[in-house]
């Protein structure tokens, strides 16, 4: 079978493109090429943007990194402020952090992971899911779910708030907040806000349960074309407690094979550089990680929802446990590859989060105000903590006059990178191939893409990687020169 | 809102260029006030619809900079499609901290962070023609077209959000009183 990736003769090929990807984060366009048959030749996401993260923030003190590193991301602007300030602790010899400061940083991180993943199903996804992946374009939005199924919107925009309202109380800000810093956190938790959150959490309960019985319902009602749509067996990457269970901000790296037997785990995030390489296409500014030990063309992975739940060995809450059990005897015990299937893992998340969000709540260290944590200083630190949409890695050196040095970042999303080039070439062969193209096949390709909930905008963060082009304009914006060096120049 | 006043629908475009989605999650922290925006605006092409780029439209709303060729164009093509055009929040109004690479030579950015890049298998570089070219600088909106309104903040508040189109849907020019207006 044509792996679609690179058309042997594109000379003459027809381009069709999906420009840019919508309902997604950030900036994506998707590329088809065609015969005079519509026969597919060649796919391929491309990641367009970069914005230079990794480069600029060397030279700066290490301290305005939480605050810097989450303007990669206004979905999941906590992730990146906490994967920088673990990765910091480590810097400023806060090897552990006080139990106040850590359980804040969790009441915030599952707080995120509860609005993204609410934001996610709701707002972006679920009109594909409701209407059909050709319904017409007018409805096939959040507006249109609004109209068409006002109580499930309703509930996305209320969950939403919800998680948005704990970062604010714990970060101090909805979006871009400052509550961590490296060596814990800098901002007590008053008892009226934390009743507030308490007030909340019946409702909230209640809508995530109701979002997994959405997602089962979808599921049983289509059962054959979601199983099917989009599907590519691959390895599976998170972090995990080290007893096994689901943790989404702390742990140790565990990867299983497409049947479920494990590859490695325990390896402790310092430890990524030996794990992971990662390669790079001349198309695309995301980078393309695999599995050192498998090499680039087996040893590819996916991460995110779908990943965590089937590679923990079990939830430690019991409402998510018990709704993880029942997904996976759906699939009979077997590693569930489909895309669609995220959306599934997504919704249990989210009760998930719920339920350590009420345990936190619950816990008397929580309104304790010692905060800090300090020890000797070190040159390195590994961040490892699994946004809402996968696993994320900040890496940075720090030198004796608290610059920093180095900086490497490998997002969730990249780490999906060629699971969704492969997703969305299944559903071109199965969808496309041969058919004359209509708007509503072409969002077939973005319903594979969207099941991933990639941040496209997190993964524009490298700068190095890039043509070197220099445009002049005039105030009219009008082009008054241009200059292009491409990087061959350069080596 | 004036709600015995029925009026046409403000159609409205929301894009973000060089950004990283934050104002257009501001924009929906103005939570289940969305439910009573939507009695008085449409949207044309947005992230949240699948309108791929925009028609006439009365409002344009852009978050984020111009870091490549392609932010342009969609820029220039706003301009002509929005009778009125906000640039919303830091990165829009002064390149935001994308902008932070502008004092980069671009040159020793592709030989440090590129050949000596952590745990990259090979060297190389994306050169395809489908990827649009950078500029050597991140630049903001104003440098390039005229902009009617400017919401600061990092991300403009939702409150300074709603407070600003809910004023020019009731036709008043818009004003952002006490806290409204913050740069953080």
């Known amino acids: 079978m044509n792996s679609l990736e690179k058309a042997e003769h594109p000379a003459g090929l027809k381009r069709i493109a999906i420009e840019p990807v919508s309902r997604v984060e950030g900036h994506g366009k998707v590329t088809i090429l065609l015969d005079a048959e519509n026969r597919v030749h060649q796919v391929r ?133 400052t509550g961590s810093v490296p060596g814990g956190v800098n901002k007590c938790i008053t008892p009226e806000e934390r009743d507030l959150l308490v007030a909340g959490l019946p409702d909230v309960l209640r809508w995530a349960d109701e979002g997994i019985a959405l997602v089962a319902q979808l599921h049983g009602a289509h059962r054959e074309a979601w199983d099917r749509f989009g599907t590519v067996r691959s390895n599976l990457l998170s972090i995990v407690r080290r007893d096994g269970a689901l943790d989404l901000y702390d742990g140790v790296i565990r990867a299983r094979d497409a049947d479920g037997h494990i590859l490695v785990d325990g390896i402790e995030p310092t430890a990524y550089g030996d794990l992971i390489r990662e390669n790079v296409r001349s198309w695309s500014y995301m980078k393309f990680p695999y599995l050192q030990s498998l090499g680039a063309e087996h040893g590819w992975y996916k991460v995110g929802p779908l990943a965590r739940l089937q590679n923990c060995d079990f939830i430690p809450t019991p409402r998510a446990e018990a709704a993880r059990q029942a997904f996976a005897a759906t699939a009979g015990g077997q590693i569930v590859h489909a895309p669609l299937a ?16 009420a345990e936190l709540l619950d816990d008397p260290d929580l309104l304790k105000n010692d905060l800090m944590a300090s020890g000797p200083r070190a040159t390195t630190g590994v961040g490892i903590i699994e946004a809402p949409r996968g696993t994320l890695i900040h890496h940075y050196e720090v030198d004796a006059q608290d610059l920093v040095t180095q900086c490497n970042l490998i997002v969730s999303t990249t780490h999906n990178n060629q699971a969704m080039n492969e997703a969305i070439r299944e559903v071109a062969r199965e969808y496309l191939d041969g058919r004359e193209i209509t708007e509503g096949l072409l969002n077939h390709i973005e319903v594979a893409i969207r099941a991933y909930d990639p941040c496209l905008s997190c993964a524009t963060h490298a700068l190095g990687k890039m043509p070197l082009v220099v445009e002049l304009l005039d105030a009219t914006g009008a082009l008054v020169d241009r200059r292009v060096r491409d990087a061959e120049q350069l080596a | 809102m004036n709600p015995e006043r029925p009026k046409r629908k403000l159609r409205v475009a929301t894009t973000s260029l060089a950004g990283c989605f934050g104002c257009h999650m501001s924009f929906l922290d103005i939570d289940e006030r969305l439910i009573e925006l939507l009695e008085h605006i449409e949207f044309d092409a947005s992230p949240l619809t699948d309108i791929k780029t925009p028609g006439q439209c009365d409002l344009g709303l852009i978050e984020g900079g111009l870091c490549n060729a392609e932010n342009v164009h969609v820029l220039l093509n706003m301009r002509q499609k929005c009778r009125i055009l906000v640039a919303m929040g830091a990165c829009a109004i002064n390149g935001g901290l994308p902008a932070q690479r502008n004092h980069l030579d671009i040159r020793d950015c592709l030989q440090t962070v590129y050949l000596t890049g952590v745990g990259l298998n090979r060297g190389f570089i994306p050169n395809d023609p489908e990827l649009p070219l950078p500029l050597d600088q991140v630049h903001p909106l104003h440098d390039v077209v005229k902009i009617d309104y400017f919401l600061p903040g990092c991300p403009p508040p939702a409150d300074a959000i709603w407070q600003f189109l809910t004023d020019l849907i009731a036709g008043r020019t818009p004003q952002l009183g006490h806290g409204l207006i913050h740069y953080d």
């Open chain 1, 45 to 177: 996401l491309h990641i367009v943007e970069f914005r230079g993260f990794e480069r600029f923030i060397q030279g700066r003190p290490y301290w305005e990194v939480p605050v810097m590193v989450q303007r990669l991301c206004g979905i999941c602007p906590v992730s990146h402020h906490l994967a920088a300030s673990k990765a910091l602790d480590q810097v400023v010899g806060a090897r552990r952090i006080t139990p106040t400061a850590e359980k804040l940083r969790r009441l915030m991180h599952y707080g995120q992971i509860l609005q993204s993943h609410a934001l996610h199903f709701y707002h972006l996804s679920s009109p594909d899911l409701l209407f059909g992946f050709d319904a017409p374009v007018a409805i096939r939005n959040v507006v249109g779910v609004l109209q068409a199924y006002p109580e499930a919107a309703k509930r996305g925009v209320m969950l939403r708030k919800f998680g948005q309202e704990v970062i604010r109380i714990t970060a101090g800000k909805r979006v871009h907040g």
């Open chain 1, 342 to 357: 995220f959306h599934w893992a997504r919704m249990i998340e989210l009760l998930h989060s719920a339920e350590v969000i």
